[in-house]
């Protein structure tokens, strides 16, 4: 069974503070993708990577950066956390050119 | 031109009745179009997908329509059942493996 899992389900963070949210899949896929989800938004893609050192901006990077130094990791990080950036932050993996994706369970950030 | 719209953002049923979940796409060059499912407090999950040369692909009681001269394509969900109720989002795969999703519909299925 492919497993995507994320650091924690529940944070809760002030205003201007660093965050780190971590992401791991066991099963050996060249992508990874960030989403963050939002009532009546849908899925949006912050950012994506398709190998070990790579990333792409997707559609709203502003005010996040990545990091992937193994194949099996990507972290989002939140430079300095605003309260519009209050919301579910969504994992995911796949095989390289393929449609299908695996996320994880989501973390729910709370800025505050 | 990226985008892929989705309605209706809510839809309630009756048991055994038939929910329809439109989306409407612009750019042609997505090559597959996949519905994920997503249950309240777990990650979306893949149900069904299309490539644009396919009118309607089934799998169980879900079925995919597709007309690629309007642009959109749907989901039926024959003899939906409570368990069905979740979030359905159509997506539009753009370079190979990076997906466009639509805004998504809470779909409740009322005993």
């Known amino acids: 069974d492919v497993k995507v899992t994320q650091s924690s389900r529940y944070l809760v963070k002030r205003t201007g503070e660093k965050v780190f949210l971590e992401c791991v899949q066991d099963m050996d896929h060249e992508n990874m993708f960030w989403y963050r989800q939002d009532p009546g938004l849908g899925l949006r893609l912050i950012y994506f990577s398709y190998d070990v050192k790579m990333k792409e901006k997707g559609d709203i990077p502003e005010g996040y950066s990545v990091s992937r130094e193994k194949k099996e990791r990507f972290s989002l990080i939140l430079e300095s956390a605003s309260t519009n950036q209050t919301s579910m932050y969504l994992c995911?993996?796949?095989?390289?050119?393929?449609?299908?994706?695996?996320f994880g369970p989501g973390t729910r950030l709370t800025v505050t | 031109q990226q985008q892929v719209k989705q309605s209706p953002q809510s839809l309630i049923v009756q048991k055994g009745g038939i929910p329809i979940i439109n989306c409407a796409y612009e750019n042609t060059a997505f090559d597959y179009f996949p519905w994920y499912q997503q249950f309240p407090g777990k990650g979306p999950a893949l149900l069904i997908a299309?490539?644009?040369?396919?009118s309607e692909k089934k799998e169980g009681r879900f079925t995919i329509s597709f007309n690629k001269s309007a642009k959109q394509f749907s989901l039926h969900i024959m003899d939906s059942q409570p368990g069905d109720s979740a979030t359905y989002f159509c997506a539009a795969d753009n370079q190979g493996g990076k997906l466009i999703f639509g805004q998504g519909t809470e779909l409740s299925v009322k005993p």
């Open positions: 995911a993996s796949g095989k390289g050119g393929y449609y299908e994706q695996y």
């Open positions: 299309i490539r644009p040369d396919v």
